[in-house]
């Protein structure tokens, strides 16, 4: 690169710094724009290493440990507790499903859970090379448009739940939501629990009170995730599924609430101490 390259390249740095340091929207968008490249980067560069071992959940360890690094690059601090409250057999880990971003707390949970596997639409393996990927670190692909091959796709995860001992990670409201109540729970997640007789893992997660659409704002915050106790479904038929399904919902709900009075405390006293010094 000649030297007048270099100089136009460098003030572009500085311009985008300085742009994001004033301008929320300009920042908004960078840092989407760098979300997205580094997650997809992250996801396919380790494909050669991936296909040592396939379909393997360690091999989501690569994407997940440089996503951590982006984290922590936008100033985005991931508290985790309840470690203590991980089941050692396969069990359904639920989380509330807020935006992309999850793919933070995802990254989080993959190297504190192990042995984790999701589930994704079908097409997504068809987004060669991410598809690839997802199906090498063991992502279970459900057709939606046929709904008894997705039947029996689903039965198989529960073998798979129970005697490979996986922790399937699924969001149990469907779509994403960043409100202050979660949305009702889908049964899915329950079916397999039950038909498996495997315990499900509620897992609670902050809202993301630093991102905002509408006022294009994506600042750095904290996320608290909270690990709770295992819900066992042991003996449990599908007369079960609407009494175990609320009682989820009631202790993640509580959970969910007393997590975002707790951040927001947390960020307004690391606020006030900004200003102090």
């Not at 951590?68 to 991931?78: D, E, K, N, Q, W």
């Not at 709904?147 to 689903?154: C, G, L, N, V, W």
């Not at 897992?203 to 608290?224: E, I, P, Q």
């Amino acid at each position: 690169m000649s030297a007048m390259g270099s100089l136009d390249a460098l003030a572009a740095v500085v311009l985008l710094m300085v742009l994001c340091s004033t301008s929320r929207v300009v920042r908004y968008y960078i840092k989407w724009a760098v979300f997205v490249v580094w997650s997809t980067v992250s996801a396919c560069a380790p494909i050669p290493l991936m296909l040592l071992d396939p379909l393997s959940w360690k091999n989501a360890l690569y994407p997940a440990r440089s996503l951590r690094v982006l984290t922590r690059l936008f100033g985005i601090h991931m508290e985790v507790s309840g470690t203590e409250n991980i089941v050692d057999s396969g069990c359904v880990v639920l989380l509330n499903h807020q935006s992309l971003l999850d793919l933070h707390v995802l990254a989080e949970l993959w190297v504190v859970m192990e042995r984790c596997a999701v589930i994704a639409k079908r097409e997504i393996f068809w987004l060669w090379p991410f598809g690839l990927a997802s199906w090498l670190w063991g992502t279970i692909f459900i057709d939606r448009l046929n709904p008894e091959k997705s039947q029996k796709t689903i039965n198989s995860t529960g073998d798979r739940v129970r005697k490979e001992r996986t922790r399937l990670l699924l969001f149990p409201e469907g779509t994403r939501h960043g409100g202050t109540t979660l949305l009702p729970f889908k049964k899915g997640a329950f079916h397999v629990a039950i038909a498996s007789q495997t315990a499900i893992q509620p897992v609670v997660v902050s809202r993301y009170h630093f991102l905002d659409y509408d006022k294009c704002k994506y600042d750095a915050g904290t996320v608290l995730i909270k690990i709770l106790p295992a819900i066992s479904t042991k003996g449990m038929t599908r007369d079960d599924l609407p009494a175990v399904l609320e009682r989820t919902q009631a202790v993640m709900q509580e959970e969910y609430a007393r997590l975002n009075m707790e951040v927001l405390k947390m960020d307004a006293k690391a606020m006030d101490d900004k200003y102090v010094r």
